[in-house]
């Protein structure tokens, strides 16, 4: 049992997969507020985009790290959000600041589901992950 | 009425609209659309920085909080400062209380606001000092006393900006500095013979609110013409009552009574009547009594006759009311105001457009020419009378509400069968109605049918709602709403009334279709939820008896409007503010629009819509931004320059936006001089985003109407745009780019104008591009409108320029709503899922619309949510929350009742193709935007088909083979191929993208019937008109000539045809057109006489040119922009673009009519 790269890898994605989870429960309920007219959506908005790309920045960071330690599975599962995100933010609306969330069309019915089932999918996404950078850490430490 | 048992009345209502407002236990997101303001922009406070909250004292803070406590009153203030009331500024005391009122205030106002009532502990304790006070000063004060019965003019909301104490002061300030002006006043007033101290002693609170209102008013009046700042300005009540009061002099003796028929046109109980009438009574006196109410007085009377349907009550409160002792009913401001008028119960239905002299009574006969076709059932009005009306009617019978829904459930044979008359389009050609395709009726009882709304109002896509999304989607058709809101009407029922009854839980207002359990409790046709009926609704105006609330107004018209309370705001309800952002490089000289903006607007500076509060303002730019100073008594207007484009600031506060009243010599004086000041410019610089900051900052204190007029590409600072557009790429069948925005810089400052309510127009008047996808934001999200005048030239393009000038005048003239919201609720179980139009979205079910204009229009898509198996009836409610230019807080509330079917054929039988196919566009448009052109293109003819094989599936025991597709909805197919060869979607024919784009701009914001004319024009044959079924209005004959297809096949050599495409029309002469024609309607010799430009008829008296102008004046009527026209002749250049609305013939790029039936035909098979 040593601690290797991977394993130090896989506790450093435990803990920022910690953090995606909040952001995404985050997502959850500010869409829900919008939804539920709580909320003004550019007040939300303002709110919402500044965290779009620390989560994309913070996935694609240790996505990085398993390239590094060469964790090709665990890359493999993370590809398609990588890739997901990255369609998602040059498909965004005309903007000048970073983010994703339009003001203007954001009450739309159709995105505001989307962004709502986004948001849950991440979740899951997540927590999955979670667990399994938590096996794959354990895995790690073990057979090593 | 005794006057002291009035005014106890009046102070015990007062008092319990404070304690208890209306909704006001409610909590504050449902407490009506504005309460959801707060949460809207709290850090910049939606009306203003929190100065201003401290600055102005609250509305409810007098009657809530201990009036004799100054301490205490502006403790309460504070902790309301959230709450809407307490936005209601009174102005700033300090000015008038230690300057006299003729000093102009030091500049930084907001520091003012903020130490201002703390300052004042002297003036602070209102109900103790007005208490107590008052009545000692005996003249004086007298004459405040009819006034303070006045103040709640506005209902509940009346002591509103008047309570703060420095209004209050204003007023002893006045009485002391201007004895003379009050002892005019008291005499007029009978009612100054009010034993004051009991009524002070009942209700000191509002005795305090109520004084103070007068006294804010009379001074309000008095020192206007001094320089205020903004809000000494915009201190709405003095003003906005002047203008309705007419000559001071004749009006104040009509005192409270006969007040109520101004404020109220009679719809509620005497009580609060009066408050209107009386407050511009005492306002009036007081006005006129000083220099400026003189000014005041004498200019009301044109705002009087500006707003159309306030007219209408206004001026029937001004002869009527002061002459009746009696509360002014309902009954009379129907007599009064509109002569020929209905039944309160028709008013709804009537609604005819604006100019309409000719009503349709003459209607029924064309109807009866046509095919008993549903679509063809005349609308609701009961001007068509019984004859043309029965054969649909009959078989109704007449249902309770309760059971209004077995008409739909139960279906009507004759109708429905007929509306679902398969109609096999490949071998039926000939599917034009012989007239224009009126609005479907929803398939209710007669008596829900009677008070429904308009279709020109309210719109559904399905007439019969269906019960599930299941079904919906089973029929394949867009479900959605088509709203007109702040139309133009003739006729509106006005209501005053201390509560406005709405559902405890969802907030809606009571309606024509909500169920009387009985007396005293109605239950709310959109939650079900069981509401009590208040006191006061138990008395009916209208047949002054009590207990019959189900006769009230409210409950007998779908379109009602309330002049709403304090409750309703946010702050004082602000003045009209207008201001005029010009572009003046050089390259608008070389258009020459600007001498004739001057010239309009000088033409028309008189019925811009206002009152005494109006102010205006002018801001011209090229690579710099120039400013106007027109403060009063300069000689002449002193122009400033700012050439920091980079950081732009405004080089004066508070004399750039000036009061068009004081100011209006200056007004004048510029707008002659600035054609000439720039006629020589060479900067050939457009600082347009500058010039738009510039004037965010000039109009964000208090919100306004900014119009923007702008030549080219903007080119330098924030904002600053490429051109995008590849000539090239004109004509391409592949695609579309640059549909959408380039920056968002435009969307996000129309956002931050949204907030503090300014609307901007754009007038765009270019012959290059000037990317108006990226510039039209500036509009679309701060509800503005925009116009486009392609290729403008003043010598060049007089087509353009007659155009230019007639918009110009509608659009000066016409009714403005100021910082309104939209809120439109419909039955549990539905829901909103898409808006389209020009506004911001707030939330789910609300609109922000910084202002509100009576030509723009709205689409609502809708889902279905829930099942509606446990209701029979649909209902949505849109309630537009506005400020009239006259400085009211009105709410114009509009109810649709549609039945809700469980069959998919009453769904198919229900649908109305002229609005599904509107819906449909919208949604293409914005399809278009956010994917692809191709895209949005296919998912429009997706739909013509998807509904095609719909029906198909749906009937199984269909014989025929070929494109099947139900009567009502024979024209979806070919309306559909029009709106692919519309500008805004065709692909393949040469098509600037700025054209496109304001194409699609005009589809999101225009009216129905507007939009059906540019979709598909009607078209008629002019040279051989006959007088059957004409119709006979006044003393013209208006023939109806028969609609004809848009194809070339109609089109004969020897003819001439008139094609209206709604803001265009097209006179076609074939080169054999008989003689007779040519001389009798165009005054030519001959065929080849008749001049390539004729954009006009002469007018001549010859039977058939009469007949060809009554026609075309007829067809003009309703529109509210007027329509220009070009005679074509056959052999011109203009005839490309009179052919390319022949949308049924192939052109290069589209497929025929016949074509398209084949190609859907197929991909049905599919």
Known sequence: MAFTFAAFCYMLALLLTAALIFFAIWHIIAFDELKTDYKNPIDQCNTLNPLVLPEYLIHFFFCVMFLCA??????????????????????????SCPGLYDPTTIMNADILAYCQKEGWCKLAFYLLSFFYYLYGMIYVLVSS | MSAPGRTNLRGSVGYSQNSTPNGGAAPPCQNGPLQTYPPMYPPTGYYGAPPHHQGYPGVSAPGKAPVTNSANYYQSNQ???VAPSSYSAG????????????????????AQYSQQPFQQPPYAPPGSYYAQQPYQVSPAQLHQQPGLVAAPASGPGAPIYPSAPGSGHYGTTRTTTAPEATQMGAPLHHYSAAPPPPTAALHPGYEAAAQMTVNGKGCAAGVQNSSHQHYDQSHPAPRSYNSYSGGGADRPASGTLSASAHSSPGRHQGTPFGFAADSGASSASAAASGPAGALTSSSSDDDDEDEDEEAGGDSSSSSTGSASPVPNNYDSLEGGSYPDSMPPSNDMTNQAQPYSNYGYQGMPPAYQQGPAQPTDAPPSQNLYGPSGYQPYSQPFPSLSQLSAA?????????LEVEALRPVNLLQERNLLPPRPLEAPEPDISSDLKKVNCSPQTFRCTLTSMPQTQALLNKARLPLGLLLHPFRDLQQL???????????????????????????????????????DVPDEFMYNPVTRSYGEPHKRPEVQNSTVEFIASSDYMLRPPQPAVYLFVLDVSHNAVEAGYLKRFCDSLLENLDKIPGDTRTRVGFLTFDSTVHFYNLTEGLSQPQMLVVSDIDDVFIPSHDSLMVNLKESRELVKELLTSLPAMFSQSRETHSALGPAL?????????????????????????AGKLQSREDPNQRSSAKGVQHLGPATDFYKKLAL?????????????????????????????????????????????NPAQMEKFRRDLERYLTRKIGFEAVMRIRCTKGLSIHTFHGNFFVRSTDLLSLANVNPDSAFAVQMSIDDSLADSSLACFQAALLYTSSKGKRRIRVHTLCLPVVSQLSDVFAGADVQAITCLLANMAIDRSISCSLSDARDAVVNAAVDFASAYRSSVSNLQQSGLVVPAVMRLFPLYVLALLKQKALRTGTSTRLDERVFAMCEFKTQPLPQLMRMLHPDLYRLDNMSDQGALHLNDAVVPQPRLLHLSAETLSRDGAFLMDCGSVFYLWIGKGCGETFIRDVLGCPSYASVPSNMSHIPELQTPLSERVRAFLDWLQDNRAFSSTFHVVKDDSSAKAAFLQHLVEDRTESASSYHDFLQHVHQQMSK
Not at chain 2, 501 to 529: A, E, G, M
Not at chain 2, 699 to 717: A, D, E, I, N
Request: aromatic fraction near 12%; include cysteine.
């Open chain 1, 70 to 95: 060469a964790e090709w599975l665990t890359l493999f599962l993370n590809l398609p959000l990588l890739a997901y995100h990255v369609w998602r933010y040059t498909s965004r609306p005309v903007m």
């Open chain 2, 79 to 81: 902790q309301h400062h």
């Open chain 2, 91 to 110: 102005p700033p005391p300090q000015p008038y209380a230690t300057v006299p009122s003729s000093a102009p205030p030091p500049p930084p106002p907001h």
């Open chain 2, 406 to 414: 077995l008409g739909g459930l139960s279906g009507v044979p004759e």
């Open chain 2, 493 to 531: 029922p006005v209501i005053t009334s201390n509560t406005i009854v709405r559902c405890r839980s969802c907030r809606t207002y009571i309606n024509p279709f909500v169920t009387f359990l009985d007396q005293r409790r109605w239950k709310c046709n959109l939650c079900y939820r069981v509401n």
């Open chain 2, 693 to 717: 900051q510039a004037a965010f900052k000039l109009m964000s204190p208090t919100g306004g109407r900014v119009s923007v007029f702008q030549t080219q590409l903007p080119t330098l600072g």
């Open chain 2, 752 to 796: 931050d104008c949204s907030g503090q309510q300014i609307g901007v127009d754009l007038f765009l008047l270019s012959s290059q591009y000037a990317d108006l996808a990226s510039l039209a934001c500036i509009a679309k999200y701060s509800a503005g409108s925009v116009f486009y005048y392609p290729s403008f030239h003043h010598v060049h």
